[in-house]
């Protein structure tokens, strides 16, 4: 099939255009259309996945139209190994994420709208082979999580007070309001950052082509990649959360609706860690090589202390969404090891803590409509009201974990294997500890909402996950499984272009 | 007379003008100072073209179109000042403040 | 793959497609018996086939076969696979008989349950099944160590399994923490072990200071699951799981996989006499202290409990010495002896509904099936001659001998006689003396519950005579002989036997009663683990939340707010009047002027 990669980057923008049209009474067919949208790219992923030579590797099914000819900006897509991994990941969280909000009522045909554009740029940027592009796509998946999180989110409250209460005074803090300005102004500062390096970049390479492989074959100057690559990893790295500009993703994750923290979480952070991998690593290898010392350092403190964060939460969404800080650590940490091992293993972290914590918001979103309470000292019991959710939480937890037979299990594993084989060899102890915090805090959620005598007065009748809302769990609950025994199947995409992209790094490091 | 007396008429117009425009609280007196200000500037148009040559005249006539079209709108907005305020002093206008 | 290797494959995929089953056919699951027989089956078959493999076995010979699981850059770097030796026959015939028993006696004893939850009781059994012979079968540590998380996943929500109870919860998530604690030091031996040779074999030759340092780490990984001094107090609080749950987890198989790593990596182990010692003292202490506080336990699984403990100390001390063989022999026996008595235990707690001992008493007369056999288990686990338990303790012991000063082998003299006479206690107090007000109504349970307890009484009466066997497949040297070690246990043994009935036949405490209790209660180790949890780690914790909100969160709106107070004030400058701009304008005009006089 011709022309795939750009189906799938327009199945759901078009699926948006058609809800344009749709009136907004119209509430079964929006949900189909934009259903449609979803599968339509998902089957194309997998189409791709099916079709990929993963012994060739390298770039493939590739597209080129030119844009503006006269700065060398094209739309050109292709699809190596990574982005395999990447868009199988992300058309499963936006398939189930569909259904996951089959129930939003407020501005429903905005919010799949929305929620379509976004996954659009979210596609985009993992097949861009144009730097100008793949910026381009980038913008469009983060801006609208504005306006999803601002309309659709929900608020709480935060004590204002600690050194900096003053500056507080001023914010709604805690709003939903509060936590989408916030997310979406810091994410805007990194894009400025990276703004500045692309263009760096581009003109050093002759400033006649944003094409990736063109910049890939120039070899920048050691003054330029220094002052690149830090850029290009504060810029992605905030979106990826990195410390200490993590801080959009606990409040933003929390305020967010299911199906918008299930993306948020699950696939855009990715889109930092891919940004940084993708273009700062591989565009600056000897930047890369040089600043690995902090890149690493810096994700075994977000590790660490994402986890020990989460450890501190009363909020149920809180606890998910410090967990993802932590695991992004995790995939960073793999990052910086800039050995193949490492580097399949962030790869492999991204796919599985994009399904795990997909797992998890949906399940949260599924309780909280339900309980009306993310503060996990009010619930317990629940499983004996909602078994099958209190079944896939546990295995969300698992993996989180890192248990054997889990997904994240082999991804956390070849991040350490990759860490301890690096230059840095101590940077698996604190990983592999950070582990161990997330399986008191994990398990500790568990048995707090979920075990303990039958929930009595207003949770007495919580029912179970209904219809649509079995598919999030059931989807990704198996996908936990499938990759936690077979990690072949995307380990062989992964590693045929880590390869690839290491080879360059190699000699310098 | 000579270039430098046109020009030190011109300067002359021209401060008081600036003088008017500064310290002048009613918007037609503003107008009016400007105008002046204007005509100075014309004044040493015209004395260049005069003793230098050059296409200074026909700045002038611009100028004085434009002047025209100005006047126009200022006397509009003099009218919507009336108006507004039952006045036409300016620093009662100050709505635009940060 | 040759036919022996499918045997084994089999052992460990049919418990896991029974448990897959379940799991994907709800209804299924939701009936209840149909899964309990479908689980029984799966674990008739994997017993079967490890009988099978034991027979076709021929002594001395190891064969793998291994598939590649992750492959990197065209090679392998992880493999799953299946490992035949004597080992794993041996052990995995002791877990699948162990646990059809234990299979087999649930079917009565759970019978209480909700058919949903009976079918969720057998699916963990069954998932427990796959778990323990992935772990036996393991060819390589990563596949060990995949089965080690998984049966300490097992055991986690089996010790949950009524999680209605909170002490059930909180006792649950403990066992998991405590031994995912010590599991760190099993990752990070697999790390040290994968830099130094690029693989997870445990047949490397290391450097004495790399093989010290992964054996080390692998001994924490034991201290954990092994429930060793001082991590071992997640054991006793693992007994709010079902009764036959803490008969195969938590007695006979799960708890014995410490011990089995240390028999798998024995090559390893062999190469770092430093890690040794330290095995040789922790075990002894922990046989020793455990054996103290199970003398003034109230509860029978408790006592129980802590004789696992002990028990687990004479394998680690055993390994310590040197002699694998010793440890894996007293691996097997123990693991029928206290399989048997914890499900004689659950025979009687099941008659009389409670735990307590004071509850019990005269049982011999209403339960004689459960007496006879719980009095063979308890015989040989105190070492009486003749019965399995005196033959692997005695040969554990004179592997002691000499080691280290004697003082091992004096504290685990002390034990042999401790043990006896703690046993003794309990015999009787459960089954000896008059009739408790419970124990009045209490009868002898039916067929599927007696049936295990006959099976297990064999074997723990007579294991001990296949010593021989055992060490001719493992290739080790066994044989008994008349010396110093078996003349002082046996009499140790009979004489804390006498002793007990001369105390406790008479109603009185144990001497020492008052110390051992207040230890127990103190129980200081166990105060200091949750003092570490709550003020250390979630002290920090709380620490760590607290910076990230106020802190790094604050910094960065302190940014925001600075943005927008600088903005307010630099607004001011607009004031909005005509002439304010007029004469900015004017002076701006005049400066540039005087800008352009000047230069």
Known sequence: MSHLLAWIVAAPAIAAAVLLVLPASARLPIRVVSLIGAVVACAGSVLVALTYDRVAGGMQMPDDWALVPSLGIHLKLAVDGWGVALLLLTGVIIVTGVLASWGVEKRGKEFFLLLLVLVSGVFGVFVSQDLFVFFLFYEIAVLPMYLLIGIWGASHDVPKRGPFGFAWKRFAVGGKEYAAMKLTLMLLVGSAAILVAMFLLWKEAGGTSFDLAHLEQTKFSLATQNWAFPLLWLGFGTLAGVFPFHTWSPDGHASAPTAVSMLHAGVLMKLGAFGVMRVGMVLCPDAAANWAWLVGGVAVINVLYGALCAASQTDLKYIIAYSSVSHMGIVMLGAATLTTTGWNGAVYQMFAHGIMTGLFFALVGLVYERAHTRAIAKMGGFGHVMPAVACFFTLACLSSLGLPGTAGFVAEFLVFLGAAEGAHSWWAVPAVIGAVVTAVYVLRACKTIFWGPPPTGEFAHLTDARSTEWAAPIVLGAALILFGFWPRFLLDFIDVASHTFLARIAPFS | ?98 | MSSLQSWAALAVLVPLAAALLCVVLPPLRRAGKPAAALCILASLVATAASIYLLTQHEAGAVTRTEVPWIVLGGKALASIGVNVDGVSVVMLLVVCVVALCVQVFSLAYMHDETPSSYGRYFTLHALFLFSMNTLVVAPNLLQLFAGWELVGLTSYLLIGFWFHKPSAARASVKAFWMTKLADMGFVFALLALFVATRGFDWNARLSTETATLVTALLFLAVVGKSAQFPLHVWLPDAMEGPTPVSALLHAATMVAAGVFLIVRADPLFAQAPATCEVMLWVGSITALFAACLALVQSDIKKVLAYSTCSQLGYMVAALGAGSAFAGFFHLGTHAFFKALLFLGAGSVIHAVHSNELADMGGLRRKMPVTTLTFGIGALSLAGVPGLAGFFSKDFVLAQLEGKAGWIPWTMLMATSFLTAFYMGRVLIKAFGGAESAKAHHAHESGGAMLLPLVVLAVPALAAGFLGGVLAEWSGAEYHVHLGLTPVVASCLAIAGLLGAVMVFGRGRAAPFAGVLESLDRASAVDRTWSGLYRHVLLGVSAVAGFVDRYFVDGLINAVGYTTIESGARVRRLQTGRIHDYAMAVVVGALLIALWGVLR
């Open chain 2, 1 to 98: 007379m000579n270039l430098t007396h046109c020009l030190l008429l011109a300067s002359f117009l021209f401060c008081v003008g600036v003088y008017g425009l500064l310290t002048r609280r009613q918007a037609v007196a503003v107008l009016l100072a400007l105008e002046l200000m204007m005509n100075a500037a014309n004044l040493a148009f015209v004395a260049f073209a005069h003793f230098r040559g050059g296409p200074g005249q026909l700045f002038v006539v611009f100028a004085l179109a434009i002047t025209v079209a100005e006047v126009a709108i200022g006397l509009a907005l003099v009218m919507l000042l009336y108006r507004r305020h039952d006045d036409t002093a300016l620093d009662r206008a100050s709505e635009t403040q940060g």
